[in-house]
């Protein structure tokens, strides 16, 4: 039985950040100008060991966790990822394990070795097919090719459904919205546009640099018709649309313009333990005291079932000029 908070919401899935650094420097997500050289990033002794991680996992699950999600920072820069998926694979209750990562790191070896472990899906960011505007979004030179090639490596190891999340910001790569969408379609990989979200503070966002929704979906319906399709189950992040010549199925992520706070189930590990209950998240509750202080099982999933169970976040739904300038916590300690 999932536990359910003030708004009737179960528990289902956990996004688990294992890494607040990245070897990017997306300019939407960790602009250099802020992460750079003097930037604090946690010390190793403050990030959760894959043990303590486990545990929270197996925990959680006894409120109706069954999906985990690994992300960062980059997942991939922490050493040996590998080795827990295998270890999360074991809890009883985990049906599903995916991750998100830029696929910068992602080789044939790498990928097959997180299949080999037991992961089962993966997502990979891409913002753009053109060399130049890519390397402008990404902000440390990184060449799309080699972006695809991490992609033929998921593909290879069987890492299915492959999905691609594009962040659309205004001015920079909403001009290869078409481009993007004709590389993926008829390929069974599915591309998933992204608006820029106001995640924590330091990314500059206006909301003059969000392309709508429905202007991403009217661009694409106007050179392959397209229609709406169900989504495959309550709560499902990305809105599926297909085109309607048979050539497959994209996604569009609308938390500003069509937010979907009523559905969502979904709650965030910070690399150092703290829990959030919305990606806009304000308030931490510190599990990793409670790890390290010795608490048992019992009193761990006892603190979850009063977090969840007192919740009634709803930032996107409450989006204002107000709670923009809210003290939020940054995008790359809780992950995607
Ligand atoms: N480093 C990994 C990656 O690049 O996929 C995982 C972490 S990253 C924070 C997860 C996803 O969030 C990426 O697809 C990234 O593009 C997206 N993202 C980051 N900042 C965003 C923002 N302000 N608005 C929308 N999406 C954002």
Not at 32 to 57: C, Q, S
Request: charged content about 25%; hydrophobic content about 40%.
């Amino acid at each position: 039985m999932a536990t359910t908070d003030l708004f009737n919401r179960p528990l289902r899935d956990l996004r688990i950040s294992v890494t607040d650094r990245c070897n990017f420097r997306c300019v939407y997500c960790m602009p250099k100008e802020i992460f750079g050289a003097n930037y604090p990033f946690l010390p190793h002794a403050d990030v959760l060991t894959f043990e303590e991680i486990t545990r929270l996992a197996r925990i959680f699950t006894g409120h109706g966790v069954e999906k985990l999600r690994l992300t960062g920072g980059e997942p991939l820069v922490r050493r040996n990822i590998e080795d827990l998926v295998a270890m999360l694979v074991e809890i009883e209750g985990i049906h599903d394990i995916a991750m998100t990562t830029n696929g910068s790191l992602l080789s044939a070896k790498k990928a097959q070795a997180l299949k080999k472990a037991g992961l089962q899906r993966i997502t990979i960011s891409l913002d753009s097919l053109d060399d130049a505007v890519f390397k402008s979004m990404n902000d440390v030179n990184f060449p799309v090719a080699k972006v695809l090639a991490a992609i033929d490596n998921a593909l290879a190891a069987g890492l299915a459904p492959v999905k691609i999340d594009m962040v659309v910001k205004r001015g920079y790569n909403d001009d290869g919205i078409l481009a993007m969408a004709e590389h993926f379609r008829g390929t069974g990989i599915i591309l998933r546009f992204i608006e820029f979200m106001d995640v924590g503070n330091t990314n500059g966002w206006r909301m003059e640099d969000v392309v709508p929704a429905r202007e991403i979906l009217d661009t694409i319906d106007a050179r392959w018709p397209i229609e709406p399709v169900e989504p495959n189950y309550t709560g499902e992040v990305a809105a599926r649309w297909r085109y309607r010549d048979g050539q497959g199925e994209f996604g569009i992520i609308a938390s500003v313009t069509m937010p979907f706070c009523g559905n969502c189930t979904r709650v965030r590990l910070s690399a150092d333990g703290q829990l959030y209950t919305c990606l806009f998240g304000t308030r931490a509750h510190d599990f990793r005291a409670m790890l390290r202080d010795g608490a048992s099982d019992d009193e761990i999933s006892s603190m979850l079932g009063r977090v969840w169970g007192n919740r009634a976040d709803r930032y996107s739904e409450l989006r204002s000029k107000n709670t923009v300038q809210l003290k939020k916590v940054e995008m790359s300690r809780i992950g995607g």
